[in-house]
């Protein structure tokens, strides 16, 4: 059994895939505890994978996003299996702290302060930029095809800019789901 805290439809808000129609799949848990974190890790419903796999499936979206909390800690071979079965596309949100299954087909790994990633390639790095963090390190710790960097809860979008304007090795990320006040 999984502890899913929803699942809905929407535009993904963040990173490379920005605007891009899909189901997220939000699951309850982490192993980190960040102050910025957006889910309630106390509400979840428990779903086997079958569960999770047919009401993604009730939605038009190619991509399925896994996301948290933490997806690491409780995403399965076999739940990637089912979605690709379903004609999906599966992509995950993770801090990086937990080894991933295979088959996964697009990897984001959003690494935090004081955490020790142990994946170590990804599509895109997104680091929730904060004036006293070293996101510099997360470059060479992680392999990627694209860095992001991304406002805390858009609060600070002046400071990441003047940041992405002196590094420009990275990209901004925008919440943008925020922005248009959907989820």
Partial sequence: MRRINEIFESLQ??????????????????????????????AFTEMT????????????SEWVVLTGGEPGLQVSERLIELLHAKGKRVAIETNGTCQLPTGIDWITVSPKDGSEPVV?????VKVVFQEKCDVEKWRSIIIAQHYFLQPCSCRNTESTIKYILSHPHWRLSLQTHKYLGIR
């Fill in 13 to 42: 808000g963040e990173g490379f895939h920005t605007g891009t129609a899909s189901v997220f799949v939000r699951f309850s848990g982490c192993n980190l505890s960040c102050p910025f974190c957006d889910t309630d890790h106390r």
């Fill in 49 to 60: 994978d079958d569960e999770i796999a047919d009401a993604a499936a009730k939605f038009a």
């Fill in 120 to 124: 170590n390639f990804a599509d895109e």
